[in-house]
């Protein structure tokens, strides 16, 4: 049976060599650092955001108050050039405003520390994990080009191995065509094979394979030989 290259279902799936392993741990190892970078620069966001909060309650009140203060100026201007009443309700408005920014601000300051200090945390983590990233995005050529070296190596051990058993069967095909053409030449029934042909044995070559182990004369003294010996195995030949 000639030998084939396709794998059937109950194959077992072939065998990962140890580049290949390590390409694909470190790949594997990649994509892990990007869901993780991303995870860690959503969080990033919200503390950013929580610290913007934070300090926008911290600065409502002083804010406030600086406006409180320019209204009752305003006021109290009106009040000693006219003498008429003037219409707080700005006024209350914005005294009712600064006590809800006073209660929202009780613990902004503590809370811009705290967010300030996640951030830096976090900021830390996320420039940790970039060169973490570029050490292994780094590697990933090196250990491609290993691993298809590794492959290679398996591959040319298959090719080699086909092109053996493609040689014996060569072989075998055109020493059962010289036996024919033997016996055409002794019983002149010129009825020939052409085991001729075997001479012009062309294989297909892979750059660093080895040549032929055995020169066209060779090639044809051993169809000779294994001629004769079917030649002799079928009782055709003394």
């Known amino acids: 049976m000639r030998p084939t290259l396709t794998l059937r ?67 109290q201007a009106k009040q000693e050039l006219t003498g008429a009443l003037v219409d707080m309700g700005p006024l209350t408005a914005l005294q009712a405003q600064l006590a809800i920014a006073e209660r929202e601000a009780a613990g902004a300051p503590r809370r811009v520390l705290v967010e300030t200090k996640k951030l830096e945390e976090l900021n830390k983590e996320i420039s940790q994990l970039h060169a973490v990233q570029r050490d292994v995005q780094g590697r990933i050529a090196t250990l491609g080009v290993e691993a298809l070296w590794e492959d290679l190596a398996t591959k040319a051990a298959a090719l ?58 060779e090639h044809w003294q051993r169809l000779e030989t294994a001629a004769v010996a079917l030649l002799r195995e079928m009782g055709l030949h003394s």
Request: net charge negative.
């Open 9 to 75: 279902k109950n194959d077992p799936a072939p065998e990962v060599g140890p580049a290949a392993a390590a390409l694909a741990a470190n790949r594997q190892r990649a994509d892990g650092l990007v869901i993780e970078l991303a995870e860690k620069t959503k969080i990033a966001a919200a503390v950013q955001a929580a610290l913007v909060d934070a300090e926008a309650k911290a600065a409502a009140p002083g804010a406030l108050r600086e406006q409180i203060e320019q209204v009752e100026a305003g006021i």
């Open 160 to 217: 080699s191995a086909a092109r053996s058993a493609y040689v014996v069967a060569h072989d075998a095909a055109f020493a059962t065509a010289r036996a024919i053409d033997r016996v055409a030449e002794e019983t002149k029934s010129g009825r020939f094979a052409n085991s001729a042909a075997a001479g012009a044995l062309c294989l297909p070559m892979v750059e660093g394979m080895k040549e032929l182990p055995y020169s066209a004369t």
